[in-house]
């Protein structure tokens, strides 16, 4: 009898420990600036990064194809030669984003054609462990950057103003010249084709702020001058479902600011980090977005990058409580990076 007891015991735990197991997918966000070739060495640098952070999935913004070569190709060329292998296929000439993937691409296509001015948007599908994943790698429109607005600065002609617009009204006006409101629309137009069982992820630089981080509680900082706006991208995301990674997991834009842009980088001459020098035009602009009808959960959500940004056109040492991860060695761009572990 005893025997028997002892038996059922361990069917019971094991089968506990089974329920526990739980697949992993890292999801690495990357602005690369001009594919590295602003920072020296900066290319392997970017293979680099994707190594050491150990990223599954990597979306690329600001992908040039410079001189009809194959940014694709290349950065699958030089992991390879490091030891790792990716899947991906080569976008068009024009189109400034990528995608590549340790999972076999089932499909991929942009959302616009190579004529349009809408931004880049790349639609790429792939399956792990069975369950359907449908990412869309952005780059919105970097024109009509209002949030220089009530930082004293125009935001087409980047030239310094006679007085700053605080204005949520008059920045919302200013923002919406610009096409990253449109394009939003049309990602979740499409993405709400989808099958139901396909978790949707959108990530990039959207040049545009959260109205989750211009807050009453943030008004008064990081030179918002009062101004509370409820910026467009992310205002549509979130009514359309969409859940921002990042302030899931650090509610508090206080404590936890999250600046993506502009990154100190210890390689590049800091009048080349700065657009706004007499500012601080440090702001959360790099994005990953998820929906999704079936369990997952964000297991983690790290900044990748320098700790130190700009302010004032000048080194700007950690002043918040985000976590970060470092850069292994060269940092490759002017923006930092995401890696969301998601578990499901």
Known sequence: MKKFLFTIMILV?????LSQTK?????????????GTS???????????????KADVVLFSEVRNYQETD????????????????????????????????FPIKEQQPLYDEASDMGGVLKSKIQVAGRNFTFY???????????????????????KLDAPIVDAISILEANRKGKRDDAILDIIIDADKE????????????N?????????????LFDHRGAVVPWDCSVL????????????????????PGFTFPSFNKDVAIEKLTWAPLADERDRIDYVYYRTNKPLHVAAVKIVGPEETVKFGKKQEQDSKDEFLLPKGIWPTDHKALLVKFEF
């Open 13 to 17: 735990v094991g089968k506990v420990v």
């Open 23 to 35: 697949n992993q997918l890292n999801v690495l966000q990357i602005n690369i600036w001009q594919e």
């Open 39 to 53: 920072v020296p060495n900066g290319f392997p640098a970017i293979a680099d990064e994707i190594i050491d952070k």
């Open 71 to 102: 940014f694709v190709q290349r950065i699958l060329d030089e992991l390879k030669i490091k030891g790792v292998e990716y899947y991906g296929t080569a976008s068009a000439p024009t189109l400034d984003v990528a995608f590549i993937s340790k």
């Open 137 to 159: 790698s952005v780059h919105l429109d970097y024109t009509n950057y209002a949030c220089y607005l009530p930082r004293g600065y125009d935001g087409v002609t980047w030239k």
């Open 195 to 206: 099958s139901k069982d396909a978790t949707i992820i959108i990530a990039g630089d959207f």
């Open 208 to 220: 545009e702020p959260s109205h989750l981080d211009w807050i009453h509680a943030t008004k008064d």
């Open 237 to 256: 995301l979130t009514k359309a479902g969409f859940v921002d990674s990042f302030r899931e997991k650090y509610p508090n834009p206080v404590t936890h």
